[in-house]
């Protein structure tokens, strides 16, 4: 199990990939605006639908 203080000392502030394309979403921004800022920029309700896997033996997980 990876403690506390490894975590601590594994971040790094603002580390984010050299390509970009990240976006940091502050501490201030409550939890309502945050759903709708990902919600929004990543326009999952263009995504094609996705058939859940089913469980071994062929029972679906629904």
């Keep these: 199990m990876t403690s506390e203080a490894q975590l601590r000392?594994?971040?790094r502030?603002?580390?984010l990939l050299p390509a970009g394309g990240e976006t940091v979403i502050?501490?201030?921004s409550a939890h309502a605006?945050?759903?709708?800022?990902v919600m929004?920029?990543?326009s999952p309700a263009a995504l094609p639908a996705v058939d859940p896997?089913?469980?071994?033996g062929g029972a679906s997980p629904v």
């Design 26 to 28: 502050g501490t201030d």
């Design 33 to 37: 605006e945050t759903v709708d800022r």
């Design 53 to 56: 896997p089913c469980r071994p």
């Design 13 to 15: 502030p603002m580390d």
């Design 9 to 11: 000392e594994w971040y």
């Design 40 to 42: 929004r920029e990543t």
